[in-house]
C-alpha cells in the first residue's frame, strides 16, 4: 500500500505531516472559537432578555 | 511644527548600529566593503522607523490633531507637513551622516556619491510610509511595536531599490534603473499615501 | 428576485450558512482527502525530481489559495468601505488567519522541497521572498485587528491597511525579482497544455486545489459566523456597560 518513496521519503513525509498539522490546527482554532462564541453570546443573551 | 524629538536619537541609532556590524562580522576590510550598502541602507531605515510613533503621538495627545482636522486645511496637507518635518529632523540628518560612516565600513569611493543621492530620494518614501503607519496606530496606547510591524513589509521596495543603487555603484555597474525606480516609489508614495493617511486619521478621530 | 446583498444581513447570512455549511465542510473533507490520497499514494515519481514531486499537491494549492485568500480581503475591504456591510469586514477578518496558515504551509512545503532539489533548505528565491513578505503582511493584518478595539474602527482601519498593503505587495514582488535572480521553476499550471506539469500529475493537482479551494471557504464561512457573533457579543456588552452607567 505505501509507495516506495526512496531517498526522498523523509522530505516527502515531512511536508505532508507539517501541512496537515497546519491545517488540523487552523481547523481546530476555528471550531473551538467557534463553538466559545457561540456559548458566550447564548449567555448573554439570555441575559439581557431576563435582565 | 513640531515632530517630537528624536532628532538626535535616529541619528545616534545610526551610529551605534554602524559601529556594532564589524564587531558582529569580523574588521576584515573586503567583507565590510561588500556589505556596507545593505548595512547603511538598513541602518538608515531602522533609524527612521525609532521615531515614527512620535510624527502624529503628541498631537493626538493633546488634542491638536483634533483641531488641525476641523482647521481650514485638508488633512492630506497636515499628513504632507507631518512627513515632511519627520523627514526634516530625520531622513535629512541620516543621509547627511551617512558617508562618514560609509568610512567606517570601507565603503568604495565610487558609491559614496550613489549613497548620498539614494538616500536623499529614499528617504522622503520612508517617512511618508511611516507616516501612514503612524496614522493607523495612532489612537493606540502602545502602538510603537505594532507600528514597526506594520511599516516594516512597507519598507521592502525602498529598501531594495535604494541599497542595490549604492551596490552597483561600489561595484562601478550602471545605477539608472534602481535609482529611477526608487525615485517612482518615492513620488509615488508622495501623490497617493497622504490620502490614505489622511483618511486613516479621520477614522481615528471619529 | 433576490438581490445578493441581502446575504449581507447579518441575520439572513447566519440563516444561510447554517444550511450551506455543512454541505461545503463534507465536501472540502471528501475532495481534500481525495486529492491528497491520489497524489501521495497513486502518483508515479518524476524522473527528474523522484517522489519530492508529490509535494506538489500540497506546495501549489496552498500558495494558490495564499494570494486568493488576499485577494478577497481585498474585494471584502472594498465592499465594507463602499457599502458598509459588516459581514464583508467580518468576512476580510475571518480569512486572514486561513491564508496565513496557507501562506505558513506553502513557505514549509517550499523549504522541504527545497532541502533535496536545490540543496539548500531556504534560498533568498524571488517567490519564496514574495511569500514571506506576504506572510508579514498577514502578521500585520491580523495584529491591526487585534489591537483595535471598536470594531468599526478597526474595520476601517484594516481596509486601508489592506488596499495599501496589496499595492506594496504587488510592488514588494517585482522588486524582489529585480533584486534576485531565482531558482524557483516557472508556473505548474498553465492553460497553454505544453508548458505546465504532465498530466498524470495534473489530475490530482486539479483536485487538491479544488479541495484547498472548498477547505478555505469552508473555514471562512465558520470563521465569519464566529465573528458575527463576536460582533454581537461586544454590542451586548456595551449595551451593558451602558445600562449599568446610566444605573449607577
Redesign the interface.
Known sequence: ?????????L??L???G??LV??A???A???L??RR??R??EK??A??RN? | MRAGGGFGLGLGFFLIVTVLVPFGVGAEAGVLATIAPGILWVGALLSCLLSLDRIFQLDWEDGSLDLLATAPIPMESVVLAKAAAHWVTTGLPLTLAAPALGILLNLPGAAFGWLTLSLALGTPALSLIGA?GAA??V??KR?GL?LS??V???Y??TL??GA?TVKRGAAGLAVE??LI?LAA?TLGTLA??PF?AA??IR??L? | MASIWEYANPRKFLATTDVVLPWVTALAAITLVAG?IWG??FTP?DYKQ???V??IY??VP?ALMAINAWLMMLVASLIWLVRRHHVSALAARAAA??GA?FT??AL??GA??G??MWGTWWAWDPRLTSFL?LF??Y??YM??WQ??ENPD?AA??TS??C???S??AV??R???N??NQGLHQGASLSLDREEHVADVFYYPLLVSIAGFVL?FIA?VL??T??EI??R??YA??A??RMGQGAAG
Open positions: 500500500m505505501m509507495p516506495d518513496l526512496g531517498k526522498y521519503a522530505a516527502v515531512s511536508a505532508y507539517v501541512s497546519l491545517i490546527a487552523i481547523v482554532q476555528s471550531v472559537r467557534a462564541v457561540r458566550e453570546l448573554a443573551e441575559r439581557h435582565g | 501612514f493607523l496606530t489612537g493606540l502602538g505594532l510591524i506594520l516594516l513589509p512597507l521592502v521596495p531594495i531599490f542595490e534603473t534602481p525606480l516609489i497617493l499615501l490614505a483618511a486613516a477614522i481615528n471619529r | 491528497l501521495f499514494f515519481d523522484g517522489s519530492t508529490k509535494i500540497l506546495h496552498s488567519p486561513v496558515t505558513l504551509i514549509a512545503t522541504i522541497w532541502q533535496p513578505i508579514l503582511f502578521l500585520g495584529a491591526l489591537a483595535v474602527t476601517d482601519l486601508v491597511l488596499i495599501v498593503g499595492v506594496f510592488l514588494s517585482y522588486a524582489v529585480f533584486w477547505l473555514l465558520l470563521r459566523r464566529t457573533r463576536a454581537r457579543l451586548l456588552a449595551r451593558e
